[in-house]
């Protein structure tokens, strides 16, 4: 009983605890890399059904209606696998590259833009993602000039 009153007691001091969490953040780094494989995964199983579905029952002329759909699901298993790449850069390096974060709210707002409805959209609702692309936009400068810089 003393010995693990003793090692929780060790525990708290400060470089080991550094040690725990730093453990504990890798564990949970790569068991979000295998969920997020298995994530990619599904996304393109779905996407082969989809697109053998219309391919073969969509009537001649009605495919460019689904080509939005498409492109959305082709977007979301690149968005996945960006965020697959900035896991796996942190099990890399043990830091987040904010660069890749923001090259993926690019591509989360180019999809967004892309599989738009425009008959169902409001005014306010396309200029905030305007203005999202170019805060984005400009963050992403600042960082690629910056990491250019070093």
Same mark, same amino acid.
């Given at each position: 009983?003393?010995?693990?009153?003793?090692?929780?007691?060790?525990?708290?001091? &400060? *470089?080991?605890?550094?040690?725990?969490? @730093?453990?504990? @953040?890798?564990?949970?780094?790569?068991?979000?890399?295998?969920?997020?494989?298995?994530?990619?995964?599904?996304?393109?199983? &779905?996407?082969?059904?989809?697109?053998?579905? *219309?391919?073969?029952?969509?009537?001649?002329?009605?495919?460019?209606?689904?080509?939005?759909?498409?492109?959305?699901?082709?977007?979301?298993?690149?968005?996945?696998? *960006?965020?697959? *790449?900035?896991?796996?850069?942190?099990?890399?390096?043990?830091?987040?590259?904010? @660069?890749?974060?923001?090259?993926?709210?690019?591509?989360?707002?180019?999809?967004?833009?892309?599989?738009? &409805?425009? @008959?169902?959209?409001?005014?306010?609702?396309?200029?905030?993602?305007?203005?999202?692309?170019?805060?984005?936009?400009?963050?992403?400068?600042?960082?690629?000039?910056?990491?250019?810089?070093?």
């Amino acid at each position: 009983m003393r010995k693990l009153l003793r090692r929780m007691i060790d525990t708290t001091k &400060d *470089e080991q605890f550094m040690d725990l969490i @730093e453990k504990v @953040e890798v564990i949970v780094s790569k068991v979000l890399s295998l969920f997020m494989v298995l994530v990619i995964l599904v996304a393109i199983w &779905d996407l082969a059904i989809f697109l053998l579905r *219309e391919l073969f029952t969509a009537p001649y002329g009605k495919f460019n209606s689904i080509l939005f759909k498409v492109f959305g699901l082709f977007l979301n298993i690149l968005i996945a696998l *960006e965020i697959l *790449e900035n896991i796996t850069a942190y099990l890399r390096k043990h830091v987040v590259q904010v @660069e890749l974060v923001i090259v993926t709210s690019l591509i989360a707002v180019a999809r967004k833009i892309i599989i738009l &409805d425009l @008959e169902k959209v409001s005014g306010i609702d396309i200029i905030g993602l305007g203005i999202a692309v170019l805060a984005l936009s400009i963050s992403y400068l600042i960082i690629r000039f910056s990491n250019s810089r070093n």
